[in-house]
């Protein structure tokens, strides 16, 4: 048998969920509707939107505190995890070759 | 809209349907292979697929078609794995029953758990190579990097699975 | 304020005793990135590590390594990954370990021809480990590790298993297939 043979059938084609095609173009929808309503407003709509922007941005600037605080944190617990990860698979490495060689 | 191709312009709802389904497996299984994560792979295939969409423009042939799903996907792919937390999802959720082969062997599932120490691009090589059997020049052109990278992700990722299999000592005999 | 002048020592004392188990890592490291096809750089202290620890502690599945980080002062990782053999100047690794100073004990070393080269560090305050260093390098990949702080080699090692990959640890059965 050869020995990449699990290898090869490992890496087989799968199908994604059923509904997959169907997904997409929901998303491509979606897409063209906001690109559709994209276009901009007469001036006198343009002032309302701007005002109604920056009340909003100050809504959101504590808000948007908060979700940097989240994103940092996330982001900083998921390079922690690859840190231990990599810490760990390097000890258990001399752990293993420590191992073969009493074996023998 | 303006700046339509006349292939996108040919190109309505149900044709880019029929377009999606026909390659659907092919870009969802280079990110599920690599990912080992259902659900991110589902969501990589989609924002593939809508990238296509959008970039319809600069696609010349079918074949064209082909290499930029390919390339794209890899690195889509690529970008998950560096921006995501790291934990592969246990294999049985990655590869329900119902798609499992149905001999599916300890090797087998051992080769896609092990997918998941690989670093990034190795697991992107050896998806094109055994997944889409590329040969390494498509594969340096695919994801442009030199040849020589594609050999030594290649050897070192094949020798990754098959040192990792003899370790848990489930080859198959 | 001769209380708080004693504090004040004690502090410079203590900060002093930390920042020993801290190694620079920085010299070099841009050469490595440049020719790595691959690298990763961690570096988490002070709140940003709080900050993890905090968040890895709200995920169940992350409970263990919470543990391990809740109380730790600091977490460096290198790693580099290149395209071919002998890619990266072997001198880093000497420069490197030239800046582990008085305090560290070598508690393993694994040298193989060819393959990989594993020193392990470790900085003790009498029986406890507070700093751990690693060193792996292989022909084609260079990783340093620097953790600053309490830490259980064992908890450490066990945590392989906790990513969802089988372990790699040793077993008490001799290994199927060829020895390198």
Redesign the interface.
């Known amino acids: 048998m050869n020995e990449l043979d699990p290898i090869r059938r490992a890496f087989a084609r799968v199908e994604p969920p059923a509904g997959f095609a169907a997904r997409v173009l929901e998303r491509v929808d979606r897409e063209e509707a906001v690109v559709l309503q994209g276009r901009w407003p007469r001036r006198w709509l343009r002032h309302a939107v701007a005002a109604g922007l920056a009340l909003a941005i100050g809504l959101s600037a504590l808000a948007g505190w908060n979700w940097n605080r989240q994103k940092r944190g996330e982001a900083a617990a998921a390079e922690a995890l690859i840190a231990l990860r990599i810490a760990s698979e390097k000890v258990n490495l001399a752990k293993q070759t420590v191992h073969e060689r009493s074996a023998f | 809209m303006t700046g339509r191709s006349a292939i996108r312009g040919a190109v309505d709802h149900a044709a880019f349907g029929d377009l999606v389904r026909e390659h659907q497996s092919m870009v969802f299984s280079i990110a599920q292979h690599t990912l080992q994560d259902r659900e991110a792979a589902e969501e990589v295939a989609q924002d593939v697929f809508l990238r296509l969409y959008r970039d319809l423009d600069s696609i010349e042939s079918p074949q064209h078609m082909v290499h930029w799903l390919r390339r794209v996907t890899a690195n889509r792919c690529i970008d998950a794995i560096r921006r995501r937390r790291w934990r592969p999802v246990p294999i049985d959720e990655s590869f329900p029953a119902a798609e499992r082969e149905p001999e599916d062997s300890l090797a087998i599932r051992t080769v896609r758990r092990l997918m998941g120490q690989l670093p990034a691009r190795q697991r992107v090589v050896l998806a094109l190579r055994f997944q889409e059997e590329l040969e390494i020049p498509e594969i340096a052109r695919t994801l442009k990097i030199p040849l020589n990278t594609v050999k030594s992700h290649l050897r070192r990722g094949v020798e990754a699975l098959r040192r990792g299999m003899e370790r848990t000592g489930r080859t198959e005999s | 304020m001769r209380k708080m002048i004693v504090m004040m020592f004690a502090f410079a004392l203590f900060a002093g005793t930390l920042s020993a188990q801290k190694i620079a890592f920085d010299v070099d490291t841009r050469e490595l990135s440049e020719k790595a ?2 690298t ?1 750089e ?1 570096t ?1 202290d002070g709140e ?2 709080k ?6 502690a709200a ?1 169940e ?2 409970a263990e ?1 919470a543990a ?2 809740r109380g730790l002062q600091g ?3 290198r ?1 580099y ?1 290149f ?2 053999d002998g890619a990266y100047d072997a001198g880093t690794i000497g420069r490197f370990r030239s800046r582990i100073g008085t305090g560290w004990q070598k508690i ?1 070393n ?1 040298k ?1 021809a060819g393959q ?1 080269n ?1 020193e ?1 560090y470790t900085h003790l305050k009498g029986d406890a480990i507070t700093g ?1 260093v ?1 060193i ?1 390098a292989e022909p ?1 990949e260079l ?1 340093l ?1 620097n ?1 600053v702080g309490p830490i259980d ?1 064992a908890k ?5 298993g906790q ?9 008490t ?5 060829k ?2």
């Open positions: 096809i691959e990763v961690v988490l940003i590590l900050l993890a620890s905090k968040f890895l995920d599945q992350d390594a391990m980080i977490i460096y990782v790693s990954t395209a071919e393993v694994v193989s990989e594993v392990i751990l690693v792996a084609r990783t590790v953790i080699l450490l090692s066990s945590l392989e990513f969802g990959v089988p372990r790699i640890s040793a077993s059965e001799k290994p199927a297939g020895v390198k």
